[in-house]
């Protein structure tokens, strides 16, 4: 079974996919760090973007173009990626053959929809070329994948959050002011209140009550 990750957004589903790969094989590297990596533009990000993060991941890529024959017989080979109604990556983790029928049933992490399974006709219609074919990439871990994980992770997603709050650097001093300053005023209140009674009301003395009621219309 695949560790299903859910894509951010629409441009998102060849990271995503990735990550899906990389946790498959027992790491768990910043999906934020994968963009990074990946070239995402406007349009999202292509094959080669792909391939090209997943080498500096510490993968061996084989992008290919096959059958569904060829495909099912490295099925040992999978997971793998696969390009989907030509407009999206999915994550092919399982070829199921019933050994009675012959039926084939395909397993898909698909990250827009979730977990999907799709006999032969239905999975071609999304994955074919106009060729009979799909194109597909196959990954394969090397020892520069135990290597770079921890440099992969680190700082990952506390870079993320660092490079926006710098951008409101500004609003996040004002609040921490702000914050400050209703603790300090929470603290002398009740001090002031507390003299109000003992040397205002108590001891009758009226301009100590005028001092501190202004003191107190001050602060709030």
């Known amino acids: 079974m695949i560790d ?3 894509q951010r957004d629409q441009m998102d589903c060849g990271p995503a996919c990735l ?4 946790k498959y094989f027992g790491k768990d590297i910043d999906l934020h760090h994968i963009r990074e990596i990946s070239f995402i ?3 999202g990000v292509n094959l080669l973007g792909i391939s090209d993060a997943a080498e500096k991941l510490g993968f061996e890529t084989f992008p290919t173009t096959l059958s569904n024959e060829q495909l099912e017989q490295n099925h040992h080979s999978l997971p793998c990626i696969i390009h989907w109604n030509q407009n999206h990556f999915v994550v092919l983790y399982k070829i199921v053959i019933n050994r009675f029928t012959r039926k084939v049933t395909y397993k ?3 990250p827009a929809h979730g977990i999907v399974s799709l006999p032969k006709e239905k999975f071609n219609r999304s994955w074919h070329t106009r060729e009979g074919k799909g194109v597909a990439l196959f990954l394969e871990p090397t020892e520069q994948f135990d290597l770079l994980e921890n440099n992969a992770k680190k700082g990952g997603y506390l ?3 660092l490079k926006y709050t710098k951008s409101f650097k500004k609003q996040i001093a004002m ?3 702000m914050l400050l300053l209703g603790s300090c005023i929470s603290f002398i209140f009740p001090f002031l209140t507390q003299n109000l009674i003992d040397k205002g009301v108590n001891a009758k003395n009226p301009s100590i009550i005028v001092m501190i009621l202004l ?3 001050t602060l709030f």
Not at 19 to 22: A, C, E, K
């Open 108 to 110: 898909v992490a698909d």
């Open 4 to 6: 299903f990750v859910h």
């Open 41 to 43: 533009t406007r349009e």
């Open 19 to 22: 990550s899906m790969i990389i």
């Open 215 to 217: 003191a107190q219309l």
């Open 159 to 161: 870079k993320h959050i």
């Open 175 to 177: 609040m921490l002011v």
